[in-house]
């Protein structure tokens, strides 16, 4: 991640205002803009940016803030708290050991489904759980071959169909099968939709009636815009997303429409994807991920001093 | 706009404190329509400059006056100044009696080998010859995708499997299209981070070694802030990166293809950061997941919906 102009960014403005020997409202305006900016160059939500804005104006008494140093302190403080509580989305499920679970996924057209579905299955693989994979994808040209193929390299059992269309039947079918197999984690690979095409999201609730996941993980790419926002909230309405997964955090995208993710849907996020490769795959912890969306890979420390 | 709308009479300046607020809301609504937030302050701004000083004509009011400038602004800059005409190109390539290519390239999955059998399809239904070349040799299914494309379509593909030198594959495919009669060749490439070097050394390689007609940068209607990246690091690095052997003439993005139109509601500021930054024309439009869901850009419609 290239976070290094938009640190020397908001250091700029921050250095500006602890040289300051006496801080007033036009001060800490001035300095809060400049956050807001670097915000919204990363993607966060135009709204969420005001409110964020609006918050932090209030949490701060001028009174307080002496000397620039500490009004420096006290505002990046307010910042990170404010942006790491828009973050947490709760305690993210884990499968657990002896319980067999369904997960499922879904998520936007080409925002990484399969592909972390794959790198899902191989990090649960490598900690001793029994997986597998269930393409129910019989939209999309090579789905099939994509998820065999990627399941084939990270030695996975996987099922699917080149020439049933129906993914229900295909979900239904792939999942019994390894629930009689005793595999401990059946992920259910599904295709790309979006909210502007009900005929897709009323497919994806089938999908999820007839396999009954203990989790539903919605993929986003870590690149989306101020879309982003809305499109979570509709499939958070049509299923029941349990997690997020931020993809493609090895771009320059800063990866901000996560809040908006997270914020509609109300749920935590558990992993980060950094590469195409199936070991590209990070646990996710949301104050690094705050630190880096800032631009402030020190910012814990400062906040500890 | 709430802010109140002000009359005066004729003849007096536009000043900065006039206009500031009103682009500052201009601003914020361009960037809730997900224009990135660089080139929303550069609209802005270079509105403010043109605007500052300006005589106002009797009974116009502020807002009218800088809503006025934001809209012919937008026009401007989504009308290319160049036109690319691709099935005339195409057309005019097969009476010279050559192949005319065209290479779609992008950051991973946003639908790089779907617009491009759609494009086919588009050339195929004006009477032209097409040929599907699949030089994502690393992607899994990548091949199996394309061929499934050109089976439904029923035109050929010419593939050599995975891991191969991607750039080779073009060129034996280019070859192979002069040899059997082929009027277009619709290149397909590997998604790629416009910050991965050796990957982008790569695509620079498959381009300058095959020259194509066109260099089709695929870009998505959802993707944020990073359109601007990912638009100038495309047309730099194919440049900077360029063999030395070609470094006479570099060749760099030609076009956008926009995709999933469809995904984004009135939020379709994207297509204006990337015409922005790279001055390229958009030629095609992607708007759904079939084969005839391909446009071409109506520049009023964007303009309305980023107004709206
Ligand atoms: N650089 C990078 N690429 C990724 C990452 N995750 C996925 N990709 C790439 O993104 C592209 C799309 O990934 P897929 O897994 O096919 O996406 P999908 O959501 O299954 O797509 P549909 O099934 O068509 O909706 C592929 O080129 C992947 O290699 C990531 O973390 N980093
Ligand atoms: N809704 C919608 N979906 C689209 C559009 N264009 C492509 N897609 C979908 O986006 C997903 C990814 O498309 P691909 O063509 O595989 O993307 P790509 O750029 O070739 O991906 P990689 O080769 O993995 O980098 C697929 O599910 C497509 O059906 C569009 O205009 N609208
Ligand atoms: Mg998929
Ligand atoms: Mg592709």
Known sequence: MVLTELGARLSGALVKMSKSSKVDQDVVDACLKEICTALLQADVNVRLVKQLQTNVKMSLNLEDLQSGFNAQRILQKSVFQELTRLMDGGKPWVPKKGKQSVVMFVGLQGNGKTTTCTKYAYHYKRKGFKVAMVCADTFRAGAFDQLKQNATKARVPFFGSHTETDPVKIAEEGVERFRTEKVDIIIVDTSGRHKQESALFEEMRNISEVVQPNNVIYVMDGAMGQAAHDQALAFRDTVDVGSIIVTKMDGHAKGGGALSAVAATRSPVCFIGTGEHMDEFEPFEAESFVSRLLGLGDFKGLMNK | ?308
């Open chain 2, 1 to 308: 706009l709430s802010q109140a709308i002000r009359f005066a009479s004729g003849g007096t300046e536009l000043d900065d404190q006039d206009i500031a607020p009103i682009l500052e809301t201009l601003k914020g609504r361009l960037m809730g329509k997900n224009v990135a937030e660089e080139i929303a302050s550069k609209l802005c701004e270079s509105i403010r400059t043109s605007l500052v000083g300006k005589k106002r004509a009797a009974l116009s009011s502020i807002n009218g006056i800088v809503e006025g400038a934001v809209e012919d602004a937008l026009v401007r800059i989504l009308t290319p100044k160049k036109q690319t005409d691709v099935l005339r190109e195409a057309m005019r390539a097969k009476s010279d009696g050559r192949v005319y290519s065209i290479v779609f390239i992008g950051v991973n999955g946003v639908g790089k080998s779907t617009n491009l059998a759609k494009v086919a399809h588009w050339l195929m239904g004006h009477g032209l010859k097409v040929m599907l070349c699949a030089c994502d040799t690393f992607r899994s299914g990548a091949v199996e995708q394309l061929r499934t494309h050109a089976t439904r379509l029923g035109i050929p593909l010419f593939e050599r499997g995975y891991e191969k030198d991607p750039s080779s594959v073009a060129r034996e495919g280019l070859k192979h299209a002069a040899a059997t009669g082929i009027d277009v060749v619709l290149v397909d490439t590997a998604g790629r981070m416009q910050d991965n070097e050796p990957l982008m050394r790569a695509l620079a390689k498959l381009v300058h070694s095959n020259d194509p007609d066109l260099v089709l940068f695929v870009g998505e209607m959802l993707v944020g802030n990073d359109a601007v990246d990912q638009l100038t690091k495309f047309h730099q690095k194919l440049i900077d990166l360029c063999p030395v052997a070609k470094a006479s003439k570099p060749r760099s993005v030609d076009a956008i293809c926009l995709t999933k139109y469809d995904t984004v509601d009135d939020k379709v500021g994207a297509a204006l950061s990337m015409v922005y930054v790279s001055g390229a024309p958009i030629v095609f439009v992607g708007t759904g997941q079939s084969y005839q869901d391909l446009r071409k850009l109506s520049v009023k419609n964007f303009v309305d919906q980023l107004m709206r």
